[in-house]
């Protein structure tokens, strides 16, 4: 069986709460090990135009991330889809692409990429992105589970969902 579905764990695991999308991957992969019609990318440090390989040739991609917005509440966890992303479609330095950007281009150079409305993003509100450590910050540590609860939840509707692949 093919898998059609990846699932992303972005971060740098020695970076406090910058690792929770790694920790998540790790968990969400141990649940999901029977599962062959899925791949789960535990650690993934790249962005932009390099993200790109990770994601061509799947029909879904699930990214498992951290955030940090302007009065956001530590370990809450959102839920979005890369067609919220388009209004940041611009590419204003020609070194780094925002994700948007990245989808768009490497879709015109021929490149087979899950579409926007089928690259999930789970994100969990952090606190510290910035200090080196391997523990994730008592307010987001409080919250994990419930976050790891809301992944899996999402992601079983999202599989369940799916046509089973042809053998």
Request: with cysteine.
């Amino acid at each position: 069986m093919q898998a059609i579905t990846t699932i992303i764990g972005m971060g740098n695991p020695i970076l406090s709460d910058d690792s929770v999308g790694v920790r998540l991957a790790h968990d969400v992969g141990l649940a999901l090990c029977e599962r062959t019609d899925v791949v789960v990318v535990e650690e993934c440090s790249v962005g932009g135009l390099n993200l790109l390989d990770y994601l061509e040739g799947f029909e879904r991609a699930v990214i498992l991330d951290a955030i940090h917005t302007r009065g956001g509440i530590p370990g809450t966890c959102y839920r979005f889809t890369a067609e919220d992303l388009r209004e940041t479609a611009n590419l204003c330095n020609v070194h780094d692409a925002n994700f948007a950007t990245a989808l768009a281009l490497g879709r015109s150079l021929g490149m087979t990429l899950p579409e926007d409305s089928d690259i999930h993003v789970f994100a969990v509100e952090i606190v510290d992105d910035l200090t080196f450590g391997t523990d994730l910050t008592p307010l987001v540590a409080r919250r994990y589970s419930d976050c790891l609860h809301r992944v899996l939840r999402g992601l079983k509707s999202l599989l369940d969902a799916s046509p089973e692949p042809v053998t």
